[in-house]
């Protein structure tokens, strides 16, 4: 196994954090202070190219790949919380979803305007009622001449309030449990009986709102659905194994942050007349933070080196994602210790961190689901990659 980047990769990092140092970490602060989603900052992100790695150029993509695509959300969650997460409904889950399933003409009609950003993307999944048992989910769509009519409710969607296109999950035959659900691509421009309410933050940012959205009576066309009918958790188990591949990606970048800030905070902060990196408790903080970091890195950039040699990646993304969703909680708790009150003050990025790596530890797959399917994979019961050959893998050009 290769450690080193290549020399692409290392300039993708750099030009990742050219662009951060101007365009977002100066800003942080204000944007907080006015709790505005920043359309303009996606869309300058979207012309760098950096949502397109996972596609090909004939979609408006890069074709760099997962290690790639892993490098840049390291690097921006490593600036910026707030940029952090919404990179998998704009580079991964969405935009994926629709290249796995969709026609010819939904991918050359979505997926060029969700990596430019000229499109917003949300991915509404969860509900009130049903996090991981997705299976659960209440929300209709109910066929009729025009298309669908979709009844339900949404909860903990990115983006959800400000997106254009939304890949809603809905039951086409609740008699049928998880294999009635089905996939739809929603356009809220204009579409009646349609709401989407920012839930006020409680993750650590204003700036990247979570939403509760309400379909009530809401006509979509039948050129809505993605994939076939009745095979959504298909279209939503399929991609966000892919998702996995790279959201422990953000994880790491958080933890880089943590350690890159207990370390300047400790050789600045004195205590008894000097240091408090001086004093050998900090010291073992510092340690252990950077091998929790360095060892979740290892582990996401293994998986996404899998991913792009087109290898089973399905249980080494599960890892990393339990691996590195543990260990930020960790490093986070760590910069507490090394920040002590002041990690609850604002003039320090410390008390962001404390929040979102617990949503990084939870979202897009809960510690116990990871839990689950490494050991059901381990004890030989149920493969993680029971599903790869029959996905379609060739994503890198």
């Known amino acids: 196994m290769v450690f080193e980047l290549t020399d692409e990769q290392k300039e993708v990092r750099r030009l990742c954090r050219d662009f951060a140092k101007k365009e977002i970490t100066p800003f942080i602060e204000e944007r907080e202070r006015e709790g505005v989603f920043r359309r303009d900052v996606f869309e300058k992100m979207g012309k760098e190219g950096f949502f397109g790695c996972l596609f090909p150029p004939e979609y408006g993509g890069t074709g760099s790949g997962f290690l790639t695509l892993s490098i840049i959300m390291e690097e921006f969650s490593r600036a910026s919380v707030e940029t952090a997460i ?15 399933f969709g026609t010819e003409e939904q991918k050359r009609k979505y997926i060029p305007k969700l990596i430019s950003a000229e499109m917003i993307g949300c991915f509404a999944l969860t509900e009130p009622d049903a996090g991981s048992d997705n299976a659960g989910m209440q929300t209709r769509a109910t066929s009729n001449k025009d298309g669908y009519v979709l009844n339900g409710s949404k909860m903990w969607a990115t983006l959800g309030n400000v997106a254009d296109l939304i890949l809603v999950f809905a039951k086409t035959d609740p008699s049928a449990g998880a294999k009635g659900v089905s996939a739809f691509l929603v356009e809220t421009k204009d579409l009646k009986g349609f709401e989407g309410r920012k839930i006020p933050s409680s993750i650590g940012t204003n700036i990247i709102p979570s939403a509760d959205l309400v379909f009530d009576e809401c006509q979509i066309p039948a050129d809505a659905l993605l994939g076939e009918e009745n095979e959504g958790m298909k279209v939503a188990l399929q991609t966000l194994q892919y998702g996995r591949v790279c959201v422990p990606a953000r994880a790491v970048g958080i933890g880089q942050a943590c350690l890159d800030h207990s370390i300047r905070y400790s050789q600045e902060r004195l205590a008894f007349g000097k240091q408090i990196a ?50 930020v909680t960790e490093v986070s708790d760590l910069a507490m210790e090394v920040y002590g009150g002041y990690a609850f003050a604002n003039e320090y990025p410390i008390n962001r961190f404390l929040m979102i790596s617990r949503v990084f530890r939870t979202g897009e797959g809960a510690p116990n689901i990871q839990r689950n399917l490494i050991a059901q994979d381990e004890l030989g019961w149920k493969k993680i990659d029971r599903y790869f050959g029959k996905l379609n893998t060739t994503v890198k050009q």
């Open 86 to 100: 919404c990179w998998n409904n704009q580079a991964v889950n969405v935009p994926m979803a629709i290249y796995l």
């Open 278 to 327: 001086e004093y050998q408790a900090i010291q073992h903080n510092i340690a252990e933070m950077s091998v929790l970091v360095e060892a979740s890195r290892l582990m996401v950039q293994k998986a996404a080196s899998l991913a792009d040699q087109e290898e089973p990646f399905g249980k080494a993304a599960s890892m990393a994602k339990y691996f590195a969703g543990e260990a």
